[in-house]
Nanobody, 121 residues
């Protein structure tokens, strides 16, 4: 099996910073894209940032210039540095990875359990 475990959420004042981390473990041959999604109360889950295996990144307009996604392929980790946080960034943040398991030729989507980020005004 494959597990994604997130850490780093918490409560922060507006204008502050947090860093989220996620480690993928288990039966992994390779990981294609990794990403952070978020879901605010009463809203649908949305993509915040994504990074490909070669390091190409993409961001939602709402976080561009404030969030930075990075990954370490050797450690199967992805991080999200969040600066200049706003109350509207309050959400549960989910780690995502597209993983190929040993002995297979296809990729499958995996999700972490989510970590709460709360930004107070």
């Amino acid at each position: 099996q494959v597990q994604l475990v997130e850490s780093g959420g918490g409560l922060v004042q507006a204008g502050g910073s947090l860093r989220l981390s996620c480690t993928a473990s288990g039966s992994i041959s390779s990981i294609n894209s990794m990403a952070w999604h978020r879901q605010a109360p009463g809203k649908q889950r949305e993509l915040a940032a994504t990074v490909t295996r070669d390091g190409s990144t993409n961001y939602a307009d709402s976080v561009k210039g404030r969030f930075t996604i990075s990954r370490d392929n050797a450690k199967n980790t992805v991080s999200l540095q969040m600066n200049s946080l706003k109350p509207e960034d309050t959400a549960v943040y989910y780690c995502y990875a597209r993983v190929r398991r040993p002995g297979t030729t296809w990729y499958k989507d995996y999700w972490g359990q989510g970590t709460q980020v709360t930004v107070s005004s």
